[in-house]
């Protein structure tokens, strides 16, 4: 199983990224999605999550400005962050999670939020 995350990178304060992450070796259907991330010397915390039927939950702090999705078309989940700033700085991470409780996750993709 492989989780691929794309999309980050450098942007200014204020601005909108869509980070993507492309599941591949295991059924997408099966996976409940989410974006984590870990900002610098932080630990590593939740930030959406989407379900096989498309539900979703995002965390107060970020839920006013970004978007969790999914294509199940296209084995990918995304992230759609707007009003970005610089405590938005972190690695982006995606994990999928199974009803047998399995849990894959991908390498993380890097957000980097200039003032």
């Known amino acids: 199983v492989q989780l691929q995350a794309s999309g980050g990178g450098l942007v200014q304060a204020g601005g909108s990224l869509r980070v993507s992450c492309v599941v591949s070796g295991i059924s997408f259907n099966v996976c409940v999605m989410g974006w984590h991330r870990q900002a610098p010397g932080k630990q590593r915390d939740l930030v959406a999550r989407i379900g096989r039927d498309g539900s979703t939950y995002s965390v107060d702090s970020t839920k006013d400005r970004f978007t969790i999705s999914r294509d199940n078309a296209k084995n990918t989940v995304y992230l759609q962050m707007n009003s970005l700033n610089p405590e938005d700085t972190a690695v982006y991470y995606c994990?999928?999670?199974?009803?047998?409780?399995?849990?894959?996750w991908g390498k993380g993709t890097l957000v980097t939020v200039s003032s």
């Open positions: 994990n999928c999670k199974t009803m047998w409780g399995m849990d894959y």
